[in-house]
T-cell receptor, first 116, second 109 residues
Framework: DTAVSQTPKYLVTQMGNDKSIKCEQN?????MYWYKQDSKKFLKIMFS?????LIINETVPNRFSPKSPDKAHLNLHINSLELGDSAVYFC??????WGGGAYGYTFGSGTRLTVV | AQRVTQPEKLLSVFKGAPVELKCNYS??????LFWYVQYSRQRLQLLLR??SRESIKGFTADLNKGETSFHLKKPFAQEEDSAMYYC???????????FGSGTQLTVLP
């Protein structure tokens, strides 16, 4: 029973397209995150939601828009995809809204996005 | 601003040898520090956290505030330890973890 699940696992699409990545957690956590892992394996926070409220919005292009219909779901929609958006996108959740506190994050398995 | 530095992108050791993965951080307050591990084709998972002072899979990490370091150590590396290791920091007021750039550990037979 997967704790944090992301779909799809792989996504190959052309430049200019619009795509969405979905994330769901069944842990009852209040906070969810999107991280981007670039080609050099560097992980960078993009967004965070606490109980459907946006609490972290790092400097990302406004082509990226997160949506949280409820606290168990955090989706990422990307408009007008560019080559530089190619990366692995990780969803994560935590019990609290303060960076995971003593328990850290639970990560999804990642979505590998390739823009051609 | 908080920052995590992992100076080694790649680290190779032989099976049975000691291993140390370095992590330095910059933060003036009292940090919370974590090590995450990502095995090949698997998700990132929490390995250990400094406040619990635990040993997981033979790994330990000690917070050294004087040197602002949180190095990960294991006395005898195993081939199954081969993975990507990330050090992560949470400062008092921040609402997210800041990750280092990761160290790819390869344990050779």
């Amino acid at each position: 029973d997967t704790a944090v699940s992301q779909t799809p696992k792989y996504l190959v699409t052309q430049m200019g397209n619009d795509k969405s990545i979905k994330c769901e957690q069944n842990l009852g956590h209040d906070t969810m995150y999107w991280y981007k892992q670039d080609s050099k394996k560097f992980l960078k926070i993009m967004f965070s939601y606490n109980n459907k409220e946006l609490i972290i919005n790092e400097t990302v292009p406004n082509r990226f828009s997160p949506k949280s219909p409820d606290k168990a779901h955090l989706n990422l929609h990307i408009n007008s995809l560019e080559l530089g958006d190619s990366a692995v996108y990780f969803c994560a959740s935590s019990q609290d809204s303060w960076g995971g506190g003593a328990y850290g994050y639970t990560f999804g398995s990642g979505t590998r996005l390739t823009v051609v | 601003a908080q920052r995590v530095t992992q100076p080694e992108k790649l680290l190779s050791v032989f099976k049975g040898a000691p291993v140390e993965l370095k992590c330095n951080y910059s933060y003036s307050g009292s940090p919370e520090l974590f090590w995450y591990v990502q095995y090949s084709r698997q998700r990132l998972q929490l390995l250990l956290r400094h406040i619990s002072r635990e040993s997981i899979k033979g790994f330990t990490a000690d917070l050294n505030k004087g040197e602002t370091s949180f190095h990960l150590k294991k006395p005898f590396a195993q081939e199954e330890d081969s993975a990507m290791y990330y050090c992560a920091l949470k400062s008092g007021s921040a609402r997210q973890l800041t990750f280092g750039s990761g160290t790819q550990l390869t344990v050779l037979p």
